[in-house]
T-cell receptor, first 110, second 111 residues
Framework: QKEVEQDPGPLSVPEGAIVSLNCTYS??????FMWYRQYSRKGPELLMY????GNKEDGRFTAQVDKSSKYISLFIRDSQPSDSATYLC??????????FGKGTKLSVIP | DGGITQSPKYLFRKEGQNVTLSCEQN?????MYWYRQDPGQGLRLIYY???????QKGDIAEGYSVSREKKESFPLTVTSAQKNPTAFYLC??????????FGSGTQLSVL
């Protein structure tokens, strides 16, 4: 069983919609949870980083972690066409080896 | 501008040939990484290095080799032993293991 599962989509939403992206993980040792955004044929960039359960907000983006259910979410409010990208969730246990999900491709339609 | 530079952007390999992908960073990060990305797949770790002159194998190190002679540089060689090398290769560096800074990637294809 892959340690981080992510629905690959694709996901298509109209501009202004609220987007919900989700991952599940199986390794109880994971303590760090990240969301990376990757535009086509570019390197990923770190979007959100959380350490504990709960919510973390940064502008239009909210990362949510529920360690009891091993569930990671990213919410995007007022989505824009510039948000169209692939979103990768990742988890780590404090070592140098992160585990990435396969990524969800998001398209925001004007 | 601080960042990570990968070159070349596109690379073609003939059968039996070794090729080297370049990765340079000026972020003063101690740790550097190489990941492989296949279509529809997550990132898979090939090698990582925590400090100069030291590196460790990741999940898919077979058919690859690296060196870390300078803090700024972490080249990856794809050897002829790697039978399925076509992929998008990403180099990254970090000051903290969870916060990776990625380069723009190198697309390697087989002729």
């Amino acid at each position: 069983q892959k340690e981080v599962e992510q629905d690959p989509g694709p996901l298509s939403v109209p501009e202004g919609a609220i987007v919900s992206l989700n991952c599940t993980y199986s390794n109880s040792a994971f303590q760090y949870f990240m969301w990376y955004r990757q535009y086509s044929r570019k390197g990923p960039e770190l979007l959100m980083y959380t350490y504990s359960s709960g919510n973390k907000e940064d502008g239009r983006f909210t990362a949510q972690v529920d360690k009891s259910s091993k569930y990671i979410s990213l919410f995007i409010r007022d989505s824009q066409p510039s948000d169209s990208a692939t979103y990768l969730c990742a988890s780590g246990a404090g070592s140098y080896q992160l585990t990435f999900g396969k990524g969800t491709k998001l398209s925001v339609i004007p | 501008d601080g960042g990570i530079t990968q070159s070349p952007k596109y690379l073609f390999r003939k059968e039996g040939q070794n090729v080297t992908l370049s990765c340079e960073q000026n972020l003063n990060h101690d740790a550097m990484y190489w990941y492989r990305q296949d279509p529809g797949q997550g990132l898979r770790l090939i090698y990582y290095s925590q400090i100069v002159n030291d590196f460790q194998k990741g999940d898919i190190a077979e058919g690859y080799s690296v060196s870390r002679e300078k803090k700024e540089s972490f080249p990856l060689t794809v050897t002829s032993a790697q039978k399925n090398p076509t992929a998008f290769y990403l180099c990254a560096s970090s000051y903290q293991p969870e916060k990776l800074f990625f380069g723009s990637g190198t697309q390697l294809s087989v002729l």
